[in-house]
């Protein structure tokens, strides 16, 4: 006894078993309407599609409609319909709550990446104080040594020079020195944290580029951009024959 045996009965049994039981889908019901003219006449019947809007669409089909003329305009409809206008209505929800994690990740990817822009900048003003401050510190240990040198004897000329650079420094150079070290050390500092913080925000932006490609993935589009690429060489043989 063959599958084509069975009584149309048995047939709706089994589909509506499989539809309470979730068993099958809308997918599989119009994968059946294809199949035969007998599947199609059983799969369009409207308990089946009453049992798959009731488990698919739960809180839409208790809620109570607002308005007479909507409810008079879904007794209208059968039950198919109906849910492909709500599944319809879910793609749309889906496709735009899709779009607005796409915008929020991008909204955190600029974000961070102007963050990075800002450490950045930082970065490279505290290395521009911190070379002037050792340049600055290196002048002054020169003027300290010169000063020392005036105390011993020396060439007239060599003399000369070290008086000069002496001269030519009016801040207290003794005072200044300390202040310098204490400015490197804190550059040195400052540079420190600014790439342990530029660091956290380069792994974030990764985790930020990572959620924004998978905001971006569609199984559907990407693999419509990528079969016809697999499918080329099956096209050249149908060609080449």
Not at 86 to 97: G, P, Q, T, V
Not at 111 to 128: F, N, P, V
Request: proline share 4%; aromatic share 6%; with cysteine.
């Amino acid at each position: 006894m063959s599958a084509s045996d069975l009584p149309d009965e048995l047939w709706a049994r089994i589909l509506e078993l499989g539809a309470v039981s979730a068993a099958l889908g809308f997918r599989d019901l119009c994968c059946l309407a294809i199949a035969s003219r007998r599947l199609r006449r059983l799969s369009l019947h409207p308990s089946l599609w009453s049992s798959l809007l009731s488990r698919d669409f739960p809180s839409q089909s208790q809620s109570q409609p607002s308005s007479s003329s909507s409810f008079s305009q879904q007794q209208q409809l059968d039950p198919k319909s109906l849910y492909k206008t709500k599944f319809e209505r879910h793609k749309l929800r889906m496709a735009e709550a899709r779009r607005r994690a796409v915008y929020e990740a991008e909204g955190r990817l600029l974000a961070c990446r102007k963050r990075l822009t800002e450490l950045e900048q930082s970065i490279c003003a505290e290395g521009d104080k911190m070379k002037a401050a050792a340049q600055e510190l290196d002048n002054l240990e020169r003027v300290r040594r010169a000063s020392v040198a005036l105390n011993v004897w020396q060439p007239q000329v060599v003399h000369g020079r070290q008086k000069q650079l002496v001269q030519q420094c009016t801040v207290p150079v003794e005072s200044r020195l300390s202040d310098l070290h204490m400015e490197l050390k804190v550059c040195k500092q400052q540079i420190a944290t600014y790439k342990n913080v530029y660091n956290r925000e380069k792994l974030k932006l990764n985790e930020y580029e990572e959620a924004l490609r998978r905001a971006k993935y569609h199984p559907l589009q990407n693999s419509s951009q990528t079969s016809p690429a697999v499918n080329e060489p099956e096209a050249k043989r149908k060609r080449l024959k």
